[in-house]
């Protein structure tokens, strides 16, 4: 049986309206009705009681109704069958990201492309956001979750995910860091910045946030406390007292330590990270890849 008859004998099953279902179709209603003229032949039986103003299914209507759909559905299942099989791709990806970045941006990211590509082998290693873009550029991974550096390599793509604000954080526990903040004063603009001890990311776009900060505070030579990879280490540090840092906030949204920081307001802005998904542009036409990038745009 023709399944486009099928498919407007369902639609007009629906509408129970010769207009409407031809408008839909692009045909005319004379067309439409010689469709049903001749499923009702095959049929050999009425499919529609019709009045001048009215159109109702009749008993056998209804039974064929539930046929046609049946099959327009089974039809839609096999042709999904056949491009599940063209496309099934094998191999690994390899993904780069922070603790935070797996919990925060990467699933959803990954969900997609599972159920379309079951057979892939995805390979997750964590460590400092940080050191992402190199583990692309050096090939030891495919894709990193990064925020995009002030001078992105020519040899890396780049593909935003989301704009993540970065924040001052200092602990809540008593400790020398917060009696130099004079937090219940509220005095930020006698704090004597080159006092406070400070939690440093090693390298990457968060140290360089910081730098930025605090050269406008002008305050000669910051006083380092420690120096860490990755942010999470940062808000632990943080949180043990140690001093204050600079992190995006969503790694202290996440972070098992969180009710030990506290945000620090009007210290000064700081430009929010632009996350993204990178890999190399010479190997975005790799099937792998252009089908990760397919499952998430
Ligand atoms: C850069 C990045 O991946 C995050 C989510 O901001 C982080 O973990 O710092």
């Known amino acids: 049986m023709d399944k486009k008859a099928l498919a407007m004998f369902v639609h007009l099953s629906q509408t129970l ?10 045909v005319s209603p004379s067309t439409l009705s010689r469709v049903i003229q001749r499923l009702e032949q095959e049929v050999t039986s009425d499919l529609l009681h019709r009045d001048n103003r009215t159109v109702a299914l009749t ?18 299942s096999f042709k999904n069958s056949l491009d599940e099989k063209t496309e099934l791709l094998t191999g690994k990806l390899h993904i780069y990201c922070s603790v935070t970045a797996a919990y925060s941006h990467l699933p959803p990211l990954l969900e997609r492309f599972r159920s379309q590509h079951p057979l892939v082998e995805i390979m997750l290693t964590t460590g400092d956001a940080a050191d992402g873009l190199e583990l692309v550029q050096n090939k030891s991974v495919d894709f990193a979750i990064a925020a995009n550096p002030e001078h992105l390599p020519r040899s890396v793509y780049f593909h935003h995910l989301a704009t993540i604000p970065l924040a001052v954080i200092a602990p809540t526990m008593q400790c020398k860091a917060l009696q130099l903040l004079k937090i219940d004063e509220q005095q930020y603009s006698t704090i004597p910045w080159s006092e406070i001890p400070i939690i440093l990311p090693e390298h990457g776009a968060a140290r360089k946030r910081f730098e930025y900060w605090y050269r406008k505070k002008q305050q000669g030579k910051a006083n380092i406390y420690a120096t860490v ?33 506290q945000y620090l307001a009007d210290v000064g802005e700081i430009e929010p990270f632009d996350l993204g998904i990178c890999c190399l542009n010479q190997s975005r036409a790799q099937p792998l890849i252009k089908a990760f990038f397919s499952s998430i745009s």
């Open 17 to 26: 309206h010769f207009g409407k279902t031809a408008v839909a179709f692009h």
């Open 59 to 76: 008993d056998a209507g209804k039974k064929f109704k539930h046929y046609a759909e049946q099959q327009l559905e089974q039809w839609q």
């Open 229 to 261: 990879s990755g942010h999470e280490a940062l808000v632990s540090m943080v949180a043990l007292g140690c001093g204050v840092g600079i992190v995006p906030q969503v790694v202290v949204e996440n972070s098992p330590v969180k009710d030990r920081v």
